[in-house]
Each structure stands twice: as structure tokens, then as C-alpha cells.
């Protein structure tokens, strides 16, 4: 017996955290689509088997998704831009950001796969929002099987990072069995500590940058990994984007005051402790909204903000990841995407679960 592999597209992919959890799972995307050439330049190098269509998802159909595809599509992952209704912003009923939540649920509705998967920021769910997502939801015309809108933290299921975000997941009676929130809250289990995802890190040494502009480096192989990180690492203990941001003295001896768990009272930076997890990571602005750096944790030791690669670990990316070259973009990348760890349990479920139309297995010639 083989197994016929499910035809999966990840809409509003960006650099891909939703896809490392599906290929985790064993639903790879086939094709990805997103309208940013920057967030989405790690899919051609951490996913090369990937067909990356760059486009706007407010005018793609889903006859456009299937020529892409090559045929039916069994799976649609998605987390439509979620500023427009996060918590921390302006939450503006004009931002146009907002239609491309119906648009996600419009191309649902045109190509009825056999089950979806919509992530988005918790706000969603408020008094205010919640309209729009009822509305979008109401497209599909009570076609799914519906879990959510729940809001699950990345946290509850083992990353070591707070991330709580809202879920809609749908499933199609006849292609994939029902999933409950129970299945899903069974796979809970104690959060990561800081520690276990990046005190290893402190021993890595610079080696080089490469011919693409990523700068490399090496931890220590004798350094003891936790169970998290030992699944992150490399075997040879090689990884990119660990480049220490170069702060000014005066900012450096104000970061020395800040004491783990508290949070610098001057530019806002909470300081991680080694016991506890990260907060929420959050993605700074492109140029078309005025190119704002979020603002990033501090290091739960050393008098600086975290770098990239402490970043993903926290998010849940391996080692082998690589972001952009420049911090500010992989940091863009990282605080927008869905992390891998929940991704992963989600899709795990659903793909135990997942029968296209019987055909999921087939007699080998």
C-alpha cells in the first residue's frame, strides 16, 4: 500500500511557519501564495518542492489555485493579515486588510477542500471583529464541521513562546472525520522554558557569512541540549542569524538594570527569564507602513536584545531555517508567522483523521 499524498495549499504563507508545521505532519504544501516578495524569500530556500505564486489573494480564484495545483486541493492552510484586527493596533474598520479574512473563506467556499485551517490574532474574536469573521464564515454555507473560533496558545502545546491566537478549523464529513477541541486539547503539555530553547546558544562562535549574506556560526558540541532543542539543532551545531544587535553603551548599562521578568521602562524591551517563556513576538512594519522595528525581548542574561536565531528557537523554527539576511526582515518574518509547534499538532490531528474521498490509500503495482 502507498499513500497518495494530499494536494495542500498555504495561503497568506509568508516565510512559512504554518508549511514547517504541515510538512512536520505530513501534509507538505504543494504551493504557497502571498503578495510579499520579502517575507515569502525563505520558501524557495527552506521549501524547494514548493510552487511559490507571488499574487493578491483579494483577486486569485480558485480555478487559478487548481491550475497551480494541478487538480483538486484537499487542504487550505491560512493566516490572513491579521493587523487589522490585532489588539495592539488601531483596529480600523476602513483597513483593507480586513477583506482578505473573506476573501480566505471565498476561495474555501470555491474549492471545497476537504478540511481548512485559519489562524489569526486573538482580537479577531472581540465584540467588534467578530462580526466580519461570522460573516466570512457564512460563506461556506454550513458545508464544514466547524471547530472554533478558539483561541490556542503555542505555550499549552510546547513552544516556548505566549502566542495566542485564534483558530477556525473545518472539515468535510466525507474526505476527513470530524475533529473535536477535545482531540485537540489532548495533546497539551507543559511549556518550553526560555532555557531549554536558547541557554545552548550562548556558546555558538562566529565562523563567516556566505556568498548570500547569511552569517553562520557554530555552538559547542559539548554543550548539553534539552529535549527542545536537541529536535532544533543541527547535527553538526551550525546555524545562521545570531548576530547581536550593537547597542550603545548607555542603552547597554540601562539593559543591565532590567531585572527577568521586568520590563525595561525606557524603550518598552521585557527582559526573558531563563524559567519563564517569551512573550508574544511581534513583526514590525514594511516600508508601505512606515518601517517600525517592534520591539524585541531582551536576553535573560546579556545586556541586549535576542537575535534572530534565539527568535526562532523560541517561535519553534529549527536550526536549518534561514530567514532573510537582515535582522529586521527575519524578525518581520518570524513575528508574523503561525508557529510551527501548534501548526504541527493542529495538522497532525486532522491528517489521522484525513480520507480523500477513500483514496488516501491505494494498492501498490
Not at 4 to 13: A, G, N, S, T, Y
Not at 49 to 78: N, P, R, Y
Not at 281 to 303: C, I, Y
Amino acid at each position: 500500500m502507498i499513500e497518495v499524498q494530499p494536494k495542500i495549499v498555504d495561503l497568506f504563507c509568508g516565510c512559512g511557519g504554518f508549511a514547517l508545521g504541515a510538512h512536520q505532519a505530513g501534509l507538505a504544501p504543494v504551493a504557497s501564495f502571498d503578495v510579499d516578495p520579502i517575507l515569502t524569500s525563505s520558501v524557495a530556500t527552506n521549501f524547494p518542492k514548493t510552487k511559490l505564486a507571488l499574487a493578491d489573494l483579494g483577486a486569485v480564484t480558485g480555478h487559478d489555485i487548481e491550475i497551480a495545483v494541478g487538480g483538486q486541493v484537499d487542504g487550505i492552510l491560512g493566516g490572513p493579515p491579521c493587523q487589522g484586527f490585532s489588539a495592539i493596533g488601531h483596529r480600523r474598520e476602513d483597513d483593507p486588510r480586513r477583506d482578505l479574512l473573506g476573501h480566505y473563506f471565498r476561495l474555501v467556499n470555491e474549492l471545497r477542500p476537504a478540511f481548512f485551517v485559519m489562524e489569526n490574532v486573538a482580537g479577531l474574536g472581540y465584540s467588534d471583529a467578530l462580526p466580519i469573521l461570522n460573516k466570512a464564515i457564512g460563506l461556506l454555507d454550513g458545508a464544514y464541521e466547524l471547530v472554533g473560533p478558539i483561541v490556542l496558545d503555542a505555550a499549552d502545546f510546547g513552544a516556548a513562546t505566549r502566542r495566542p491566537r485564534l483558530f477556525v478549523i473545518g472539515t468535510d464529513r466525507r474526505r476527513c472525520d470530524a475533529l473535536s477541541l477535545t482531540d485537540i486539547l489532548a495533546a497539551k503539555t507543559e511549556p518550553t522554558t526560555v532555557a531549554d530553547a536558547i541557554a545552548d546558544l550562548s556558546s555558538a562562535r562566529y565562523v563567516e557569512d556566505d556568498r548570500d549574506g547569511f552569517d553562520i556560526w557554530e555552538a559547542a558540541m559539548d554543550v548539553e541540549l534539552s529535549p527542545y532543542a536537541r529536535r532544533l539543532a543541527t547535527e553538526d551545531r551550525r546555524s545562521t542569524g545570531h548576530r547581536r544587535t550593537a547597542h550603545t553603551e548607555k542603552v547597554v548599562e540601562r539593559f543591565r538594570t532590567v531585572a527577568p521578568g521586568t520590563v525595561d521602562k525606557v524603550g518598552r524591551h521585557p527582559r526573558l527569564a531563563w524559567d519563564g517563556q517569551c512573550p508574544t513576538l511581534r513583526a514590525g512594519t514594511g516600508k508601505d507602513k512606515g518601517s517600525f522595528q517592534a520591539v524585541r525581548p531582551l536576553h535573560p542574561e546579556e545586556p541586549r536584545v535576542i537575535t534572530v536565531r534565539e527568535g526562532a528557537r523560541l517561535q519553534g523554527f529549527p536550526d536549518s531555517f534561514k530567514f532573510h539576511p537582515t535582522t529586521w526582515h527575519s524578525f518581520r518574518m518570524i513575528g508574523n508567522s503561525v508557529s510551527p509547534v501548534i501548526a504541527r499538532v493542529v495538522l497532525q490531528k486532522i491528517h489521522e483523521r484525513l480520507d480523500i474521498d477513500g483514496k488516501r490509500q491505494i494498492a501498490a503495482e
